[in-house]
């Protein structure tokens, strides 16, 4: 586990009570949830056009997220193929009333690129800058 998050910040939400498992703590259905939505906002936009989500692999469980933690979720991508895109998703949390910043779940995600029908497409060429 890193120090600092690796990637860059793409959503950040609240956890509600609505949201906790029969422990009271937050679901990881609803993590999971939150960083596959975070995930498909970055292959979106390197797809430039529609994805879906193909694998998700190697969840790691850290640490709990309680009601009223700052959420934050960072990815990363870490490999393109012809039509799919791997990035490393990690989320990190701020403790209600705390300046305590921590990693508490990653995993990798992969996404492949699909037409509006619904049919895998080859990945846009990157842009040259």
């Known amino acids: 586990m890193g120090d600092a998050p ?43 056009g529609r994805v879906s989500t193909v694998a998700i692999e190697a969840m790691r469980f850290h640490a709990p997220i309680s009601v009223g933690d700052l959420v934050s979720v960072f990815t990363k991508i870490v490999k393109t193929g012809r039509t799919s895109i791997t990035m490393h998703v990690e989320t990190w949390v701020r403790r209600k009333h705390s300046d305590d910043f921590l990693l508490v779940t990653e995993g990798d995600f992969t996404f492949v690129a699909i037409s509006e029908s619904g049919v895998k497409r080859d990945l846009p060429a990157l842009e040259q800058i």
């Open 6 to 48: 690796d990637g860059t910040l793409t959503i950040q939400t609240v956890p509600y009570p609505s949201d906790t498992n029969s422990g009271g703590d937050i679901f990881g259905g609803w993590v999971i949830s939150q960083m596959d939505v975070a995930a498909g906002v970055t292959a979106a936009e390197r797809a430039k």
